[in-house]
């Protein structure tokens, strides 16, 4: 079935630095990729989405000088958080669109904890 | 119009019997329904989805029950195990299925314990 490899799985920085996450489709070609963070004990919130080759498109409330997403390729995209605060610290997940099941997949996350 | 309300927030069940996560929706336009585990600190996946052509699905020991009219569904988890403890989340797109599939909204998610 579809596979999103996120990396990395968890990753500590001090405040001020950008971190950068990766999330790879290593099975299918994803179109589109959804950007999701989440906070302990709470649904999902939708941050971005991004399609191949052009500019993500942000939900209402998130920064996208702060949260810049690349999605240069059909299997890989990515996410930096850049100035990263204490209040940044979260969980990150990537989920891509796929035409094999017209489904979603998720990848397994990322912990970003900021010092 | 774009929220998915989901209860109970927390559910706890014995071993072996049923559970059941209730979901409802306002946007009729919704046409992809998924429901979702996740266990802590992993990603979610998907357990099992439905199209509202169908008023029920079943895949094992998780089926989904859906009613168009009362713009509700839910999922019914049978024989509980102790290994299903996790969250649960619904949720709910639009155009799913066809060469244009938006967003997933969803629900506010359930935390599952089943006791051995």
């Known amino acids: 079935g579809a596979v999103v490899s996120q990396h990395p799985s968890w990753v500590i920085c001090k405040s001020g630095t950008s971190v950068k996450i990766e999330c790879r489709s290593l099975d299918f070609q994803a179109t589109t990729m959804f950007w999701y963070r989440q906070f302990p004990k709470q649904s999902l919130m939708l941050m971005a989405t991004?399609?191949?080759?052009?500019?993500?498109?942000?939900e209402q409330g998130v920064e996208k000088d702060k949260f810049l997403i690349n999605h240069a390729s059909l299997t890989l995209s990515t996410l930096t958080v850049t100035s990263a605060h204490p209040e940044d610290s979260s969980f990150y997940i990537c989920?891509?669109?796929?035409?094999?099941?017209?489904?979603?997949?998720f990848g397994s996350g990322t912990r970003l904890t900021v010092v | 119009q774009q929220q998915v309300k989901q209860s109970p927030q927390s559910l706890i069940v014995q071993k072996g019997g049923i559970s059941i996560i209730n979901c409802a929706y306002e946007n009729t336009a919704f046409d992809y329904f998924p429901w979702y585990q996740q266990f802590p600190g992993k990603g979610p996946a998907l357990l099992i989805a439905i199209r509202p052509d169908v008023s029920e699905k079943k895949e094992g020991r998780f089926t989904i029950s859906f009613n168009k009219s009362a713009k509700q569904f839910s999922l019914h988890i049978m024989d509980s195990q102790p290994g299903d403890s996790a969250t649960y989340f619904c949720?709910?797109?639009?155009?799913?299925?066809?060469?244009?599939?938006?967003?997933?909204?969803f629900g506010q998610g359930t935390i599952l314990t089943v006791h051995p």
């Open positions: 989920s891509a669109r796929t035409s094999i099941n017209y489904g979603y997949t």
């Open positions: 949720a709910a797109s639009i155009g799913a299925g066809g060469t244009s599939y938006g967003k997933l909204t």
């Open positions: 991004s399609n191949e080759g052009s500019k993500a498109t942000y």
